[in-house]
């Protein structure tokens, strides 16, 4: 009994001895990888299983990519001022309201136009007066009854009463009240052009000073062209010259790109951060709003060559950007490149560390997966 279990034991383990091995033959060799030196060139058996295409070349123009805030340009913000002093009897506006030229903004009651009308009206009855004794003078004149002196005497006080006449009314032009109303110390503040209030110093009921003390009661801005104001850093300040073509990136509207162009490179860095002001300035659809913050693509004037490889031979690991590039005797070097604009079809631009008609594996994350297996 005992020998036949011991010949039945032996049997089976003869078998699965032959199983395991028939097994083991049949199945492919393992994948062999060595890695030498600092880890970056990898050592595999059977290299032919990882297709390998060449990398292709691309003409494109230099870019750089730089984060930036909307600001109003300074050259189409056209302040709002009072020539006269006085207390604000009523608002029309407020901050971020559009107005239209000619619009009223505010009233303000001024004793410095009531001043002014009094003044005027006076003007007037003396040139009324000063012209009617030039006409009796005439008429006194061409019958001899006076002297030519006297006739010049009172020709000249006409001329002096129409030129106090003149000056009192411009005056009153400045300060912005008509002659042809009802006199009234209240001064009617209008917009001088059509735009956007984007600054308010002045409330209902304040005080206003003369101009060489007071702030302006409002700024209006043309937003239909606004500027960009872009954070260069020194080291790239190269690549970014005056008339270079920009696109700008709404973080607000992403799917909407505005083209813009270069108009300054700020002169001073500043001392703290080592970057540079570039101006951007771009036609506003009615998109961009003050303090947004967009990104700038500066796109150069000078050509260069660039490689373009397969999405799929490009490899993120460690937030950096790999390829795998063959060398001789079945390795592979896993190279680290910086990645340019996605191209269609399933394209990928190479900006460096991948030069035009090198092979990359096609698919760098099987090689990659087989490399931790």
């Known amino acids: 009994m005992k020998l036949a279990f011991a010949i039945a034991s032996a049997l089976a383990l003869s078998a699965c001895a032959r199983g395991s091995a028939q097994t083991e033959s049949s199945a492919p060799p393992p994948v062999l990888v060595e890695e030498e030196g600092n880890g970056t060139v990898l050592r595999v058996d059977h290299p032919e299983r990882f297709p390998l295409a ?22 189409r913000a056209i302040p709002v001022v009072s020539l006269v002093s006085g207390r604000v009897v009523e608002v029309r506006v407020r901050l ?28 007037v009855a003396d040139e009324a007066l000063a012209r009617t004794q030039f006409e009796r003078a005439q008429t006194l004149f061409d019958r001899g009854a ?44 209008a917009a001088p052009a059509s735009g956007v209030i984007t600054e308010q110093n002045v ?43 920009a696109e700008i990136h709404l973080t607000a509207y992403p799917d909407r790109v ?11 860095l500043d001392p703290t951060i080592r970057t540079a002001k570039v101006r951007v300035e771009v036609a506003n659809p009615g998109l961009l709003r003050i303090g947004m913050f967009v990104t700038a693509t500066f796109h150069g004037q000078k050509e ?66 087989t490399v931790e297996q």
């Open 258 to 268: 505005l083209n813009g162009r270069v108009d300054n490179v700020g002169p001073i």
């Open 96 to 123: 971020g309201d559009s107005v239209l030229k000619g619009q009223l903004l505010l009233r303000i009651q001024s004793s410095d136009v009531s001043s002014a009308f009094s003044d005027y009206r006076k003007a």
């Open 304 to 369: 260069e060559e660039r490689a373009v490889v397969p999405a799929s031979a490009v490899l993120h690991l460690h937030d950096r950007d790999w390829v795998y590039v063959p060398t001789a005797d079945g390795r592979f070097e896993r190279r680290e490149v910086a990645m340019g604009a996605p191209l269609a079809p399933r394209q990928q631009e190479i900006l460096s560390g991948l030069k035009p008609g090198e092979r990359v594996v096609t698919n760098a994350l099987v090689l990659q997966n």
């Open 54 to 75: 060449p990398a292709a070349s691309r003409r494109a123009t230099t870019e750089l990519s730089a984060t930036g805030v909307v600001s109003p340009d300074v050259s």
């Open 146 to 189: 006076v002297a030519k002196k006297d006739l010049e005497v009172a020709e000249e006080a006409a001329v002096k009463a129409t030129v106090d006449v003149q000056t009192t009314d411009e005056r009153l032009k400045v300060l912005g009240v008509a002659t042809d109303r009802p006199p009234s110390g209240i001064v009617d503040i």
């Open 203 to 245: 409330t209902s009921a304040a005080g206003v000073k003369s101009l060489d003390n007071s702030p302006n009661l409002f700024t209006i801005s043309d937003l239909s062209h606004v500027w960009i104001l872009c954070d260069v850093y020194e080291n790239d300040l190269a690549s970014v010259r005056v008339g270079d073509s």
